[in-house]
């Protein structure tokens, strides 16, 4: 029975243009891993044949043995995650995506951060890393690449409770405006969470003076999760409007839309609430 190469990306029948590209662009950029026509995994081919040759000029002792064996299933391993990661990544690609305009290093330095990646949840994350920047080369960072290779499960979920919050207002800015509001703090949300997720560096939190947005126009249009409201602040010009105790930093922006959050249940009307002096309930849709 032939082997199962459906979950492979070895396996390139069917694939979109720029699905196929990205795959050619990885091959290039990591050295020929993910080329079609290598049907074995490189690296315990590789780490196999290393052995064999060992074997047949020196004495193997049992600690030799023991090494090679978990260097070939370390190895083997990398290969799997880099390959789930990337397989992931395909049915995201845009069909204007510019796989082809991707920096070669950047590439390189992705998969030698992700090749350790084997929880699902976290291979989803680096995947949409992956498909966002074949959709538009430059929107990450290799900062935000080597952030990420840092970053543990707990503290993504965190993060992603966090972006609930978030509002559109020219960017990303999640709204918190009191640390101990329960509607915050049922999600985890509160002042040691807050400070642990500053001292990784995805957010500022300042919570005695917070922040302000300033020099906005008398009406600011912004929005919810795709639930718009419209701001009439009293000044024609240079006005100022609070925006809660957090904002993201760049590498936070650059997560931010990608995180897979969600809007939370009451959110929309609590923001209203905060900000009644300036929303009209007529402009909400």
Not at 70 to 97: G, H, S, V, W, Y
Request: with cysteine; glycine share 6%.
């Amino acid at each position: 029975m032939p082997p199962d190469t459906s979950n492979s990306l070895v396996n390139l029948s069917g694939l979109t243009q720029p699905a196929d590209t990205l795959i050619k662009k990885v091959s290039d950029a990591v050295g020929g891993w993910f080329a079609p026509y290598q049907t074995r995994r490189v690296a315990k081919a590789d780490a196999e044949a290393a052995l064999i040759k060992a074997q047949s000029e020196i004495e193997i002792t049992d600690l030799h043995r023991r090494a090679a064996h978990r260097f070939i299933e370390e190895e083997a391993q990398r290969q799997k995650n880099m390959e789930d990661i990337t397989d992931k990544a395909l049915p995201q690609l845009n069909e204007n995506a510019k796989p082809e305009s991707m920096d070669n290093d950047w590439i390189a330095n992705f998969f030698d951060k992700c090749r350790i990646v084997s929880d699902d949840e976290m291979q989803g994350l680096w995947s949409r890393v992956l498909a966002g920047e074949a959709n538009a080369p430059g929107s990450y960072s290799k900062r935000t690449v080597n952030f990420l290779s840092d970053l543990d499960k707990a503290e993504a979920e965190l993060f992603t409770k966090l972006c609930g919050f978030g509002w559109q207002i020219g960017n990303v800015v999640p709204l918190v405006f009191d640390v101990q509001a329960e509607i915050y703090n049922k999600y985890g949300i509160n002042f040691g969470t807050l400070s642990h997720l500053e001292s990784i560096g995805l957010v500022q939190f300042h919570n005695i003076t917070g922040f302000l947005k300033q020099n906005l126009p008398k009406k600011l249009n912004v929005s919810y999760y795709g639930r718009a409201l419209t701001l009439e602040i009293p000044q024609d010009a240079d006005n100022t409007l609070q925006i809660g105790k957090v904002f993201l930093t760049r590498t936070g922006q650059e997560l931010a839309p990608i995180c897979g959050s969600k809007p939370v249940d009451g959110f929309l009307e609590y923001v209203k609430d905060q900000w009644k002096a300036y929303s009209p309930e007529e402009a909400v849709v």
